[in-house]
């Protein structure tokens, strides 16, 4: 009997040791960040904050070990980033794309080896694959109404856009062109593209300004807002409104020069927002029906902020210690990401 006794409580803490190790090991992940464009220190910011949200994790006890492959790649180049990441054996792999359907079969491949992937910033086709982030689209609409609004919805107005063809920048004029649709007395005299780049927001601007001397609003989107508004102030058109955005830089100027500016937030926290939401779903929790909407059908859009001057100095607390190439941003936190599963 002393045997038997013997033999079963050997089993019960060889059963004890293995349960322990198996939570242990379900509280231990490997998330790999891909990042195809290192182009602008706004997806600088988006990998360090994603990094953070992983240490976050391990102060509370869950294992998040973080592999960033960030580099400027053509579409095959990031497809080999998401390949290694499988052949690594990750848990999860986030990505920020730089096509919304080449991804198609990697994003198989992963889901193949029980690999979630996420993307952000981003949609992409894939049903393999989930998105959490902004709706691009929306982002645009939010500041083309207060520029509609702002101009008594009349006035003749200029668009600077980003890189053509980039999926988000179509999303984002598709959202301008739908809104300015609703006011008839809004007339767009011009839309050029300046590739996201603060020097050609410039020039674009200054060239704008000599062709269209009565403009008087303009829509430019994120870093080329800063150099389309240093061509303004050159100008000496105090007359303009124009959208803005969001780094330290130009808040201080902002705040210096007082202008006539509101800029919706793409949070460089988005990576950080899907690496917590892909915490929760690694450790079994289950999606809410209908969470999911987009295009595609698999995208959970997060809040877009508006900053403009009667929320301004809230941003301006935010970064107005910090380098000037720091974004505002936001994070859906675990405890936030948490609606968007069952209980």
């Known amino acids: 009997m002393m045997f038997r006794s013997a033999l079963a409580a050997g089993a019960a803490l060889a059963i004890g040791l ?16 891909s990042n195809g464009w290192v182009g602008s220190e706004w997806r600088t910011q988006m990998i360090d904050e994603a990094e953070a949200a992983a240490k976050a994790w391990n102060a509370k006890g ?12 053509d579409i095959p180049g990031q497809i080999a980033q998401l390949r290694n990441f499988i052949n690594q054996g990750v848990n999860a792999v986030l990505i920020n794309p730089n096509s919304p359907t080449a991804f198609d079969p990697v994003i198989g491949q992963a889901k193949a080896k029980g690999i979630l992937v996420i993307a952000t910033d981003q949609e992409v086709t894939s049903k393999d694959a989930l998105y959490v982030g902004i709706d691009q689209k929306a982002w645009a609409m939010k500041s083309a109404e207060w520029l509609a609004k702002t101009l008594n919805g009349k006035g003749n107005i200029v668009c600077i856009n980003g890189v ?20 008839p007395g809004i007339k767009i005299l011009n839309e050029v ?15 704008l300004l000599a062709t269209y001397p009565n403009i008087n609003g303009v829509w430019v989107q994120d870093g080329m807002a800063a150099g389309a508004w240093r061509a303004i ?3 000496k ?4 409104a124009a959208t803005g955005e969001i780094r330290a830089d130009f808040l201080k100027l ?3 020069h007082h202008y006539n500016t509101a800029a919706s937030v793409n949070p460089p926290g988005v990576m950080a927002s899907a690496l917590n939401v892909a ?18 059908g698999n995208a959970i859009y997060i809040p877009i902020p508006l900053i403009d001057n009667s929320n301004f100095e809230q941003a301006y607390e935010q970064v107005k210690d910090k380098p000037g190439y720091i974004s505002v941003t936001t994070v859906v936190t675990p405890d936030q990401a948490k609606a968007y599963f069952k209980k």
């Open 18 to 33: 293995m349960a322990s190790a198996s939570s242990k090991a379900a509280d231990s992940f490997t998330i790999g960040l």
């Open 62 to 73: 869950v294992m998040v070990k973080t592999n960033a492959q960030s580099a400027t790649v």
């Open 164 to 183: 053509a063809g980039h999926p988000a920048n179509q999303a984002r004029v598709a959202g301008y062109k739908e809104v300015f649709a609703k006011y």
């Open 193 to 207: 593209n300046a590739d996201w780049d603060e020097a050609k927001g410039q020039q674009a601007m200054q060239n």
């Open 233 to 235: 102030s050159e100008a």
């Open 237 to 240: 058109r105090t007359d303009i």
């Open 254 to 256: 902002w705040k210096e």
């Open 279 to 296: 915490v929760l779903k690694l450790q079994g929790h289950e999606f809410k029906d209908g969470i999911f909407v987009g295009q595609f």
